[in-house]
Every structure is written in C-alpha cells, then in structure tokens.
C-alpha cells in the first residue's frame, strides 16, 4: 500500500508529507519512505494562525477560514509528495489549534475534502477525536506506532519526538504497544522559535542549525526558575501545548529572559527543553534504555548536546539510524495510522492518554472506499 501521510504540528512551520510504501508484516510494518517534502505556511497561513491560537482569543469566522485555507496548504503538499505515483490513500493529522486534554477538547483544521478533492483518493483524518470521546486526551498518539516500529526483543528503548512539544514513549524490551509509557515531557522547539521570533523582530522565525544557541550559555538561575513551572512535576499521563507554553510562558517569564543575549536566552530554553526531557527518561525509563531521538529538534545540535549531556550513561542518538528519517517519522507516524484506521484497529494506548478503553482512532473521507478495503483486506491476508 502506498500512502501520503500529512502532519504538520505546534512549531507552525509548515507542513510535512511524506510518501510512502506500507507492507504489513505480522503486527507491524516495513516502511519504506519513498519521498519527504515540506511544504512551508506562507505569511498568510502564520498570521491568521498566530491571530487565532492561544494566547489570543480566535473567532469561529477565523477557524473556519483556516480550515479551508490550511486545507488547501495540506492538498497541495500530498500532491507534491505524491508527484506522479499512484497512491492508495492519504492520512492527515491537520493542525491543532486547540488542545485541552484534561477536557477531552480538541481540535484540528485542514479540510481534508479539499485534500481528496486534490488526490481523488480516499482520506483520513481526525485521530484524536475517538480517544477523546473515550474519555482519553487527545494524545499522545504516536506511541502506538513508536511500538509498532522501533519495539525490541533485546533491549530498552526511548523513542524521543522534539517537535514544538517534545514527547516520549519508553518501550521496554519484548513488549506490545498497549505496554509501553507515554507522554509530553514539556516544551520542544516552540519557546526556542518565539524568543528567535521576538528578539529578531520577525527576521527569523526558529535558531536555526541551533547556532544562537551553540553560541550561547545556560544561565542556570532563569533555568531553574523555567523548571519550577507545576507541569513538570505532575505524574503521566498528561500532554500540554501552546495553552500552556506558548508565547505567555516568555511573558512569565519576561523579567528574566530580557536579561539574556539571543544566544543565552536560546541556549538556556535549548536547556529547558533537554532537561525536562532527561528528566522524564530518568523517571520513566531503564538506565540502560536507548534513547532513539525525532522531529524537527533533532536538527538542533545544542538540545542534542544537552540531553547528551544530562543522560551521560545513555546511547542518544536519531531515529535515522533504524531507517527511520528523524524530519519524517510523524508524517509516517499518521500513514501508519491511517492504514490502521482502514484496518479497524485501535490505535490508541490507553494508559497513557488515559482512555477507558482501546478505540479505532480515524474519520474516513471516502472515495472508492470498497476498492481500498478490498486491496487492505487481501494485503493484510498476504
């Protein structure tokens, strides 16, 4: 089965789509990412964002227009991942504009009719929705395929995604995806990408390669007031977001942070981003686990540095070198999804989104549905 799986997540940077080719094998999947691209959101797309996510107050106008507008985005990006190979159907997580997991509140936008619209192939969407309804947060929902993908028979694992929230799964040896543990250890990239933001006047959206802050140093006293935030202390399962790390998390902070350089105030929200997260794998994982890094903070070679340094007896390292393109794995992460959707099997792991139950995650925008699930049933048989 090929897919297009479409992602794009809490940095609001764009939107990454990746093709790729599914072969069901026993309980799990060979992968084989075929082709990766992101589509970037334009002006238009980060303000109308920015003017309608927390801390400001959106409009229903305002999420409507998005929903089209970001729909159009997400079609044109399975397109250009797609090129000209013929696919089965795509899978897209939209973009959250709101979370509030404690509620069970969610909601992602991205019309994903104007994606089938684009592809004339069936779509879906809205994963995190069934998990809700269940009484479950929302999320995390890449656990499920962390377990799918990188579960070992010989050792521990941490699968680490630094996205604009970073999260872990702690996958213990030989174990099945209801067993694994997972979470939002805190802020990933997101606080890094506003300071750049504001200290820049807008020039440069994210430190990027991580330069500011590898030029920078941690001033531990701003550190450790940043670490005091009440989040970091509460037991899993829990997620968390922009409600609550966004832009208002500077302002708290602000006294302090306007003491720092743009290369000490990135080098210690580097630090708060590797510490939070050290800290969880101490608290959750094996001392010998792997910890096997993705998203789009791998690429930030000072948050690297800092969980290496903050897990000196662990192997850190990225998801590439299990055939897992780090900048990839959540685009794949929610094709994988999708096919499971397809499959109707739940996809959730409940003790960690604090579901009653396991639930088939997934909407579906149909077109020649009976043909695809002709062609899953006898795949999945073969």
Do not use: W
Not at 187 to 200: E, H, K, Q, S, W
């Amino acid at each position: 089965m090929i897919a297009v799986g479409l992602m794009s997540g809490t940095s609001l940077d764009g939107v990454d789509a990746t093709l790729v080719r599914l072969v069901p094998r026993g309980r799990s999947y060979e992968v084989d990412v075929l082709d990766f691209q992101t589509t970037p959101y334009g002006d238009e797309e980060q303000n109308a964002l920015r003017e309608a996510l927390p801390p400001n107050e959106g409009s229903t106008r305002a999420v409507a227009r998005l929903h089209r507008m970001l729909g159009q985005t997400f079609a044109k990006a399975a397109l250009a991942a797609a090129g000209k190979t013929a696919v089965d159907f795509a899978a897209s997580h939209g973009q959250t504009i709101y979370h509030d997991g404690n509620a069970q509140t969610t909601l992602q936008v991205g019309d994903p009719f104007l994606i089938r619209q684009a592809l004339g192939r069936t779509v879906c969407y809205d994963f995190r929705s069934a998990d809700c309804a269940a009484d479950g947060q929302g999320a995390p929902l890449v656990p499920y395929v962390d377990a799918l993908l990188l579960a070992s028979d010989s050792e521990d694992r941490v699968a680490v995604n630094i996205g604009g929230i970073a999260n872990l799964t702690v996958i213990p040896r030989r174990s099945a995806p209801q067993d694994v543990i997972a979470y939002d250890s805190g802020p990933g990239n997101m606080l890094i990408d506003a300071f750049v933001f504001r200290r820049t006047n807008g020039r440069e959206r994210f430190d990027r390669d991580g330069k500011a802050a590898l030029a920078g140093s941690v001033n531990q006293a701003v550190l450790g007031a940043m670490l005091a935030d009440p989040y970091f202390a509460l037991a899993p399962p829990k997620t968390t977001g922009r409600e609550r790390f966004g832009t208002q998390f500077l302002d708290e902070h602000q006294a302090r942070l306007a003491a720092l350089s743009l290369e000490d105030g990135a080098a210690t929200l580097a630090a708060l981003t590797a510490a939070s997260l050290a800290s969880a794998i101490d608290a959750s994982a094996a001392r010998a686990a792997r910890v096997v890094v993705s998203g789009g903070g791998a690429k930030n070679p000072a948050i690297l540095r800092e969980l290496q340094q903050r897990l000196p007896d662990r192997r850190v390292e990225l998801s590439d070198v299990m055939n897992i393109r780090a900048d990839a794995k959540e685009a794949v992460a929610f094709a994988i999804l999708g096919y499971e959707t397809l499959r109707g099997r739940a996809a959730n792991v409940p003790h960690s989104t604090g579901a009653s139950g396991p639930v088939v995650l997934g909407a579906i925008a149909p077109h020649d549905l009976d043909a695809l699930l002709d062609r899953v049933r006898t795949e999945c048989r073969a």
